[in-house]
């Protein structure tokens, strides 16, 4: 097994990191022994990682940082860099790593107070990896003053400094940032793939592998979490039954306050498993006594890290209520393939009922209105609109049709 196996149906891509990974490997050894650097290298000072959503760009980097790092005995003898077991790729993949630094967006934006010590950071030689890697999750949520502390950094980088961008597409990036980055197309999944991916990694059975691959179209984090959590499950059968709860005004309200309260009670499920690890750990790093009593002084950084914690629920309570009017999204076009007469490429087998009575209830017309509706209220949570508020417009406008 090696970093790149988790990159699921990304076999060119993953042929092009390994080649980078090689020649970096190589660059290293020649400063190493004082030896001329070699010549047509593949490696870059800057990536950016695009891809529709669940195709894996934050994997792919992750997995290219862990290469970068990878110190197997193996690598020094002719192998290929990214073995998965050393303690440079393990501690990169899990994101220990003192050279591998990760900055994701906790907010609707990346700022500029975010990226203040990473960008200084990258001015200095690793610590004891083989690069200085900087990974940014987000980075079509880096913001004017952030983007330009990035762009500093890209544009006059350390010799042994990596920059590893990730976004949805090339035109979220600011042009003067992606014309300094080697740019890689993450696809979406295959299907098949991700099952196959499921059964083989995580163990789930074959049926129910093929059946979450097949309802969130490849998005490999999505169908891994259906088919681990029988929690996630619920809340999408629930979503998948909303169309059919329609019929009044009032139930209308009550499924817009309940698809919310859902998300509420997702992001406080994944914020309760991250936010008491972080505290303790920060705690620990600042030497906190026995009982929790920090030293002087401290105060403040534990403020910051509440802070922080507190606008990633907000985000992520608003990617959980995405996630399902993605879900919604993907039940009405299931609708309209049926009304054309298609079975074949319905997403949502397991709401087979209920797509047929709404299909049988409608025209395409409608549906394809209702399908507007929930882009709609997408775009308008992307503004930043009340959750509340912008669901319950949609629902309003399914009801109409």
């Keep these: 097994m090696t970093v790149w196996d988790d990159l699921v149906g990304q076999e060119k891509v ?55 790092q990878c110190v197997s005995p193996d690598r020094a003898l002719g192998g290929t860099p990214g073995c998965g077991f050393c303690d440079g790729c393990h501690t990169a993949l899990v994101g220990t790593h003192a050279d591998v630094s990760t900055v994701a967006a906790v907010g609707a934006e990346i700022l500029v107070r975010d990226m203040r010590d990473t960008v200084r950071k990258s001015f200095t030689a690793p610590a004891n990896g083989r690069w200085q890697v900087i990974l940014v999750e987000d980075a079509e949520r880096l913001n004017e003053k952030s983007a330009n502390a990035v762009l500093k950094a890209v544009e006059e980088p350390a010799p042994r400094t990596v920059w590893l961008l990730c976004a949805p597409s090339i035109e979220d990036v600011l042009p003067t940032i992606r014309s300094r980055c080697r740019h890689l197309t993450l696809r979406t999944p295959p299907v098949d793939a991700v099952a196959d991916m499921l059964v083989r990694r995580e163990g789930i059975e074959p049926d129910v592998a093929a059946a979450v691959a097949r309802a969130t179209q490849g998005h490999v984090d999505r169908a891994r979490r259906l088919a681990t959590d029988p929690a996630a499950r619920e809340r999408r ?25 859902a998300a509420a009670e997702d992001a406080k499920q994944l914020a309760e498993e991250m936010d008491g690890k972080e505290t303790e750990e920060l705690k620990a790093a600042l030497g ?27 985000r992520t309570q608003r990617d959980s209520l995405d996630v399902a009017l993605g879900d919604l999204t993907g039940f009405y076009r299931d609708v ?66």
């Design 14 to 68: 993953s042929e092009l990191l390994d080649a980078a990974a090689r020649d970096a490997d190589a660059l290293v050894t020649a400063a190493a022994a004082d030896a001329p650097p070699p010549e047509a290298s593949k490696m870059t000072h800057a990536w950016l990682f695009t891809g529709p959503p669940g195709a894996g760009r934050n994997q792919a980097a992750r997995a290219f940082a862990a290469a970068l």
């Design 237 to 261: 059968a629930s979503v998948l039954k909303l169309p059919l709860r329609l019929d009044e005004v009032g139930h209308c309200l009550k499924a817009a306050q309940q698809l919310v309260d």
């Design 336 to 401: 309209l393939a049926l009304q054309f007469g298609s079975r074949v490429a319905m997403a949502n087998t397991d709401a087979e009922e209920a797509v047929e009575r709404v299909a049988q209830a409608s025209s395409p017309e409608s549906t394809l209105r209702r399908i507007e509706a929930v882009a709609a209220c997408r775009e308008a949570l992307d503004r930043n609109v009340a959750p509340l508020l912008a669901v319950e417009a949609m629902t309003m406008a399914l009801r109409a049709g």
């Design 288 to 314: 906190a006594a026995q009982g929790g009593r920090l030293p002087r002084g401290t105060a403040g950084v534990m403020k910051d890290l509440e802070d922080m914690q507190k606008r990633r629920r907000t």
